[in-house]
T-cell receptor, first 114, second 114 residues
Framework: AQKITQTQPGMFVQEKEAVTLDCTYDTSDPSYGLFWYKQPSSGEMIFLIYQGSYDQQNATEGRYSLNFQKARKSANLVISASQLGDSAMYFCAMRPYTGNQFYFGTGTSLTVIP | DTGVSQDPRHKITKRGQNVTFRCDPISEHNRLYWYRQTLGQGPEFLTYFQNEAQLEKSRLLSDRFSAERPKGSFSTLEIQRTEQGDSAMYLC????????????FGQGTRLTVV
């Protein structure tokens, strides 16, 4: 069975500060991809960053980086230099390479304070 | 390419009526997904197409739900005899075939059953 856990329902961060959003996952598949999506109030899911299970280095994409700890089954998203426009829901997702679907967590609501 | 588009954006229907949603994926994407999202939850998988073939359906998907993807292009999701519990955001996504490819989501169709 596949499961994604996001334990932070809501987070607050001061503008220009960094914030870490937690994600742990459970899978028996040896190969999988990990994804983070942002969902603003408009509803569209926006892809942010990807990490493959065999990637040796942590993924980075602009102000986004993924802190991947495979042994702990952890894939935390780090947003540096937060901006007001970062206020949104953030979802962690996983897709096993042997499967078709993406499995999503329950999300974390991030609010950036001016 | 304007991304994944969904129509309508909002639908209000009376209980017991049938509704149909349309999704136009990014052209040349051969994978297409339907997800459902309720308030405070992450997206929940409904079904998956590779080209015109429906390869996977969630066990949670009742027989009132049916999806098609004729000719491997646009897709439709029909809900028959709608119930209040069907009220949700219905998200469509598409992607390339590949192990590390992200899914691109549309803005969703918000269904309200009254």
């Amino acid at each position: 069975a596949q499961k994604i856990t996001q334990t932070q329902p809501g987070m607050f961060v001061q503008e220009k500060e960094a914030v870490t959003l937690d994600c742990t996952y459970d899978t028996s598949d040896p190969s999988y991809g990990l994804f983070w999506y942002k969902q603003p109030s408009s509803g569209e899911m926006i892809f942010l960053i990807y990490q493959g299970s065999y990637d040796q280095q942590n993924a980075t994409e602009g102000r986004y980086s993924l802190n991947f700890q495979k042994a702990r089954k952890s894939a935390n998203l780090v947003i540096s230099a937060s901006q007001l426009g970062d206020s949104a829901m953030y979802f962690c997702a996983m897709r096993p390479y042997t499967g078709n679907q993406f499995y999503f967590g329950t999300g974390t609501s991030l609010t950036v304070i001016p | 390419d304007t991304g994944v588009s969904q129509d309508p954006r909002h639908k209000i229907t009376k209980r017991g009526q049938n509704v149909t949603f349309r999704c136009d994926p990014i052209s040349e994407h051969n994978r297409l997904y339907w997800y459902r999202q309720t308030l405070g939850q992450g997206p929940e998988f409904l079904t998956y197409f590779q080209n015109e073939a429906q390869l996977e359906k969630s066990r949670l998907l009742s027989d009132r739900f049916s999806a098609e993807r004729p000719k491997g292009s646009f897709s439709t999701l029909e809900i028959q005899r709608t119930e209040q519990g069907d009220s949700a955001m219905y998200l469509c996504a598409s992607s390339w075939t590949g192990l590390n490819t992200e899914a691109f989501f549309g803005q969703g169709t918000r269904l309200t059953v009254v």
